[in-house]
């Protein structure tokens, strides 16, 4: 049976992740309130962060940024940090 979350991002009812992301209070947090949609959508962003910034996943600084902007954008509502020269590809 799926499991359904109420889903932060998309504001509805939706398929829930099958583990949490990751270990700790916020891998549960994203585990029991963001969607299998809402989290591609994160990986998709986090993608062009990483890209876009080079930065290194060893980087405790990289680290720290990745993670404020993963709960800006699943939870936050916020703007996100994208960078200057950034063009989205349509």
Known sequence: MTRMVNCAKMEQEL??????????????KVYENVSKEAWKQWLAQQTILINEYRLSSLDPKAQN?????MQKFLFGGEELDMPEDFQAVD
């Open 15 to 28: 398929e829930g992740l099958d583990f949490p992301p990751f270990p700790g209070e916020l891998g549960q």
């Open 65 to 69: 940024f990745l993670k404020e902007e």
